[in-house]
């Protein structure tokens, strides 16, 4: 299926939705560490916050809680 280019996620943003979808227990580094690095995602730009934010509409329940 192809998406309109708004809808688009790199390969490091689906990563991120499946973790989230999976969450802390999956994660192989402390919490914080986990945070420190989505935080460096979004800061360089790797992850979109606002394709994170398009795919809250559509992501299973848990990864939906985890973006707000």
């Known amino acids: 299926m192809r998406y309109p280019a708004a809808l688009r996620r790199t390969a490091t943003e689906v990563a991120v939705l499946e973790v989230l979808a999976d969450g802390p227990?999956?994660?192989e580094v402390e919490p914080s560490e986990a945070v420190r690095q989505l935080a460096d995602l979004l800061r360089s730009g790797k992850v979109r916050p606002d394709r994170l934010g398009t795919a809250a509409r559509?992501?299973?329940?848990?990864?939906?809680?985890?973006?707000?």
């Open 58 to 68: 559509t992501e299973p329940g848990q990864a939906r809680a985890r973006l707000k």
């Open 25 to 27: 227990t999956e994660v």
